[in-house]
Every structure is written in C-alpha cells, then in structure tokens.
C-alpha cells in the first residue's frame, strides 16, 4: 500500500508557529513520526508539503494511478479551497482529512472545510497521531 501525505500552508513551521496550539515538535519530528509508524506496518509513504494550493493541486493530480490513499492536511486552504476539493474528486484516490489541533473547538471559520464532504474520514485534535489514526483507518478502508 502506498500513501501520500500532503500538508499545506505553514506546516513546514511547525515548532515556531503557534506552540500554544500546535507544540514544540517540528515538521521533521512529524516526518519521522509517521514515516516510523508507516515502517511498522509495511507501509510506503510519500510525504508532500507546499504553501502555494496548485503546488497542492498538481501532487494529487500526480498521485492519480500511483498512490492507493492520500492524507491531508490542507491546513488554511481547508476553509477556501474549491480546487483543492476538485483536485481531489478528479482521482477518486481515498482520502482523511487530518488536522493537529481540533479544529472545531477554535475559531468558527476554522469549522468550515471545503474538502471534508468527500473525504473519508476526518481526524483532528490528536497531534502528530491525528496522522497515524488517518493512515490505519486507510489501511483497513483499502483492506
């Protein structure tokens, strides 16, 4: 099973940003959190991660045929983007929304998700393993 990890917009600064909501740890320790939890099941993952929303949308278009579930974290663009959403149904790849804070218990614009009606699931509020929740749910959703 192959799995792609997209994040978007300032996830690469995790650690500076916003420690009070969103830890210490940085976006390699997020890297290394998963990539060691995608080890243990026999997983391969590719990890993705741009603050621009076509970089975003060209690596789901990219993953069409190659990659058997997508999570992720389209961090801002969660609450405007309609391309990342249509990039999304174009693949029909299966895909988990995930977010490292509980969304829905921050700002009301923070409640609202373009993508989250056609995901397959929504894991929020768990830190790193907000990730690591969404990749076992795709490993037995693709069972």
Do not use: W
Not at 41 to 56: C, L, M, P, R, T
Not at 57 to 69: E, L, M, R, T
């Amino acid at each position: 099973m192959k799995i792609l990890v997209i994040n978007g917009p300032n996830i690469n600064m995790l650690g500076l940003r916003e420690p009070e909501i969103y830890g210490n740890k940085t976006y390699t320790d997020l890297l290394e959190h998963i990539k060691t939890h995608c080890d243990k099941k026999n997983i391969d993952v590719e990890f993705f991660q741009s603050n621009h929303e076509g970089a975003i949308v060209d690596a789901i278009q990219d993953a069409y045929k190659k990659i058997d579930g997508i999570v992720i974290n389209p961090a801002a663009y969660t609450h405007t983007s309609v391309a990342i959403l249509d990039a999304l149904k174009a693949v029909s790849i299966p895909t988990v929304e995930v977010h490292i804070s509980n969304v829905d218990e921050r700002e009301a614009f923070r409640k609202i998700s373009y993508i989250r009606p056609y995901c397959k699931n929504t894991v929020s509020g768990l830190g790193f393993d907000s990730y690591t929740v969404a990749i076992d749910f795709l490993e037995e959703y693709l069972k």
